[in-house]
């Protein structure tokens, strides 16, 4: 599983952080290191910190937050993907049919107006 940032993706300027080659193994892990730390402890995710998540250009730490407000950064760098318990809830429940089964598919995990989205995409593609 590896993570990066892309700018300016389509005409609107806006931007992607992207989880992306990984398989069904991964995900059963990712899932439930979310369920975990940020559901059941409350604490926050430093994705660098996770052994099978290779960091290319950028970082990501997801942590609750009193509302929705997507992923966050002030140097493009170190990004904050701050959602709210039922936003935590909702990106498990989307993240379950790459448990299921090995897809070519992607799913972004959250549907807020932000200009930074989070792709979740085994081929790298949307």
Known sequence: MELDYIENINEFGE???RLYNF???QVI???DLIKETIVNKN???DLSKVDFIEIRNCNL???LFKTDEGILSSDNKTF???LTLEGYTTMLKLLEPF???ETKGYQ???DIDNPTDFLFSPAGTW
């Open 61 to 63: 730490i997801l942590g």
């Open 23 to 25: 398989d069904k193994s």
């Open 108 to 110: 972004y995990l959250y």
């Open 15 to 17: 931007n992607v952080v």
């Open 43 to 45: 604490q926050k995710l």
């Open 80 to 82: 904050f993907c701050a």
């Open 99 to 101: 448990c299921e089964k």
């Open 29 to 31: 892990k990712f899932r």
